[in-house]
């Protein structure tokens, strides 16, 4: 009889083993959501330039926060998360998985490690390409390090989101692009409940960019630069652990729906 | 090896399976499931394979609760219904994943992966997607994955399901194999002739409840007292008149140009039938079994033991 695999091989198997996932259809489009927006802006930014017109480095701010935190950066985790466990459940192969003797808990880590780190990637190269459009180069890192940040806490709480509701892409897309939104309004302790606020303590603060008409505009509040990647990281950690918990606990029979049991 | 005591499986406010007592010997071995859609035989075979655990009751797979239980988990493979594999995936790199969430690792991997896609006939085609495989291959596959660490206990839901008959003769082989070499096989499927074909022991399920027991001989002799409806096509009145000789004739009824026949033992009255169309005793044109499946059968058991 073999010994069951440790966490950590189980992960790995795991890993590997959907890779190959990444390189397909879902894969692409998780890279044009980033590569696209920021190629449209050099492209516009070059145009711009050539016909003399006056394209300002503020630029890569705008297309950074407006663009890739608030849009595309959900949007990833949107459409990544259902290619993670989910689709084992929804596709009714998890019972293939669950019957091995590896621990349940390390499978939605090990389905998604491969998506983080395709994301991240893509992500990286987005930031970079930002520079182009005259990004700072002292904030390149830290802009790098908050949004690999946020791709790992927004793809977590999307697979979390997705073993815990049948309906986990609209929550996901009601927390996004409803809850988040409100960050300028909420009072300083819900602040900190929200991606944007860490991702605006360590890649720069838009607070000036607050309209004197946003009547119902809070003073905002800034977490230590560290705190806040830390708080990411651990808001990734908690959402992991929290649906390798839900998938340990959670029978799930042949039919993909759970027993009395 | 396998126990269960007063087993019960609710999925939610429906009974998936009713309070269910039997043991299965240790060694090697094919214990057929036997039993209409919706029965209770994939329900029992999850609380068995640790997919689920009982409502009510108690499970015991070698001595321990199977359910998430690594230790269990180790020793039993199991081959779900269906077709499905993870889409995208080719199918030796898959199969690799799932020997290292059984705990193999190196040269022992290569071996086991060797050996199960040897055994599955499939060493030569593993290096396709799923999505180019057939259905019989994408069933092989599921089966090696099963076999990759040598389980004692092999699992299989309706594995002969959209297979063609050569694939189905193939599986019966290897099951059959796999058995003699130490295997304890608990297999189901709703068509008697195919677990005839292979066991030595049937359960048969009905409505989420354990039946009957026994071997196949056993379980043909309770099917036996089922009378079974057969239409003879031909000159009605002829055709009636010789079926009202027969000691198995239960009940009889005219249609036109036809007569429908309840018959005890089919297996004793289609033989003389076929004898007395041959010798051009009887006018038949054609035979029709109205009746012949395991549902009409298990219902007439179940009225049996009520």
Known sequence: MNAAPSPLATIRATALGYAPRVLQGRGWVLAGLVILPVGLSILIFTIVRMQGGDASSAEAVKVFHEVLVKMMLPIMALVAAPAGIREDLEQRTLPLLLTRPAPAWALPLGKGLPWFLWGSAWLALGVLGLQILGGDPGLLPVRILALVGAWWGELALMTLVGLVFKRGTLWGALYFFLWEPLVRIFPPSLQRLTFTHHIESLAGSRAAEVQSSQLLAQEQVTTHPALAFLALLAIGALCWALAGWKLQRTPIGLAGSEAEG | ?306
């Open chain 2, 1 to 306: 090896m396998l126990s269960l005591d007063r087993a019960s499986l609710r999925y939610g406010p429906i009974l998936g399976l009713s309070p269910t007592s039997f043991e299965l010997p240790g060694g090697g071995g094919i214990t057929g499931l036997l039993g209409p859609n919706g029965a209770g035989k994939s329900s029992l075979l999850q609380l068995v394979s640790g997919l689920l655990p009982p409502s009510g009751g108690a499970v015991r797979v070698f001595g321990e609760a199977p359910f998430r239980n690594p230790a269990v988990l180790a020793r039993v493979g199991l081959v779900p219904e269906g077709d499905r594999l993870p889409t995208g995936l080719r199918a030796d790199r898959w199969l690799r994943m799932m020997g290292e969430l059984s705990g193999l690792s190196g040269e022992g991997l290569k071996a086991a992966m060797a050996r199960a896609l040897q055994t599955v006939g499939m060493a030569d085609r593993s290096h396709l997607t799923f999505a180019r495989m057939s259905k019989g291959m994408r069933q092989r596959m599921r089966l090696s994955q099963a076999l990759l660490h040598e389980p004692e206990l092999l699992i299989l839901d309706e594995p002969f399901n959209g297979l063609d008959p050569e694939a189905r003769l193939t599986l019966m082989a290897l099951l059959r194999d796999l058995a003699e070499k130490g295997t304890r096989i608990l297999v189901s499927s709703h068509i008697l002739g195919e677990i005839a074909q292979l066991t030595d022991r049937i359960l048969l399920l009905f409505r989420g409840r354990l039946l009957a027991e026994g071997t196949v001989t056993e379980i043909r002799q309770l099917l036996d007292r089922h009378p079974v409806e057969l239409r003879l096509t031909g000159e009605a009145q002829v055709l009636a008149r010789w079926a009202v000789e027969q000691p198995e004739l239960a009940a009889l009824r005219m249609e036109e140009e036809a007569v429908v026949l309840s018959v005890r033992s089919p297996r004793d009255f289609l033989p003389r039938l076929q004898q007395a169309a041959a010798e051009g005793a009887i006018p038949l044109r054609a035979l029709d079994p109205l009746d012949l499946n395991l549902d009409a059968v298990f219902q007439y058991l179940t009225k049996d033991h009520a």
